[in-house]
């Protein structure tokens, strides 16, 4: 089981970026995928989830303005779209998956990918 994120960079502050995240090695039908980060000195912290059939989806509150997730199941992807990034969305963003409810994914996933690193400047 693979889950690939990429698409982090440096971008300055009010910019956007979108994260993607690919999973390969299984079939992750009925699965839910998610987001989350970890900003150096700081536990990782729940951003967002997706149903595997892209209907639901679950934010942490203070992002849910910002960001927004979806899939594109074709591709066996899921993305983050990031927007008005500020200073303090710096953090390593993780994707992950977890079966069952959704709004369970923020308190972790059983599959995790490597990071992708988004800084922003100010």
């Known amino acids: 089981v693979q889950l690939q994120a990429c698409g982090g960079g440096l971008v300055q502050t009010g910019g956007s970026l979108r994260l993607s995240c690919a999973a390969s090695?299984?079939?992750?039908?009925?699965?839910?995928m998610g987001w989350f980060r970890q900003a150096p000195g700081k536990q990782r912290e729940f951003v967002a989830a997706?149903?595997?059939?892209?209907?639901?989806?679950y934010y942490a509150d203070s992002l849910k303005d910002r960001f927004t997730i979806s899939k594109d199941n074709a591709k066996n992807t899921v993305y983050l779209q990031m927007n008005s990034l500020k200073p303090e969305d710096t953090a390593n963003y993780y994707c992950g998956a977890r079966p069952g409810r959704l709004d369970y994914v923020q308190y972790g996933m059983n599959y995790w990918g490597k990071g992708t690193q988004v800084t922003v400047s100010s």
């Open positions: 997706i149903s595997w059939s892209g209907a639901s989806t």
């Open positions: 090695g299984r079939t992750f039908s009925n699965w839910n």
